[in-house]
């Protein structure tokens, strides 16, 4: 179970902007343009900025078809200045030892345009590892997910084995929610993710 905690709130004015990690996967052997130019761009917003990096690390380890970008931000939306990438996933990351954590992703989820809820959102909660000390009951999460519809994964991002084994699911979403996937769409995860709470991504 976990107990109510301390709100935690990052220095006033600090604005982490928006990083760009690129790995390019290898060709796929078949007729048709190169893959060099398929792209699949995915958005982790959350506070834990160590944890989101770690993992954009891992998700670019991964082996893909086509050029993997990472974007990385604290909130939506994003500063005027900052160039407005084409996303095709966005992941929000809740830590369930930080109240702020939560409050930033709900507020962040109004800024998403409501075509996005159709395969292309997830949450990702981290922190269930320790539960005695969480700030936020996980229930509290799922909740928000089954609001938006959303599929929902859990991992310990401080895990590394746990970090590589998620960042292989996300990249696996993201190929799908890019329409890299032949017979398969957002949509098509959607519900096979809500449908189940282990689905085998490799299968699709």
């Known amino acids: 179970m976990c107990f109510p905690g301390s709100l935690v709130r990052p220095p006033e004015g600090v604005y982490r902007e928006v990083r760009s990690a690129v790995r390019t996967g290898p060709e796929r052997l078949q007729p ?68 702020y954590s939560l409050r930033n992703v709900e507020e962040s989820l109004h800024h998403v345009d409501a075509t996005f809820f159709l395969g292309k959102v997830g949450f990702l909660i981290t922190g269930a590892g320790r539960e005695g000390h969480c700030s936020i009951h996980w229930n509290t999460v799922v909740r928000l997910a089954r609001t938006y519809r959303s599929p929902l994964l859990f991992c310990d991002l401080e895990v590394e084995g746990f970090r590589a084994t998620v960042a292989q699911r996300l990249v696996r979403m993201l190929q799908i929610c890019a329409g890299h996937v032949p017979g398969v769409s957002a949509l098509n995860l959607l519900s096979l993710l809500r449908s189940s709470e282990n689905p085998a991504l490799e299968d699709v």
Request: with cysteine; net charge positive.
């Open 32 to 99: 048709g343009p190169s893959t060099r130019a398929w792209r699949s761009s995915l958005s982790l917003v959350g506070t834990e900025d160590a944890l989101l990096q770690q993992l954009a690390d891992s998700m670019l380890k991964e082996d893909c078809a086509s050029e993997l970008k990472v974007h990385l931000a604290r909130s939506l939306p994003l500063p005027s200045n900052v160039n407005r990438p084409r996303i095709d996933l966005i992941v929000f990351v809740v830590n369930l030892h930080s109240k």
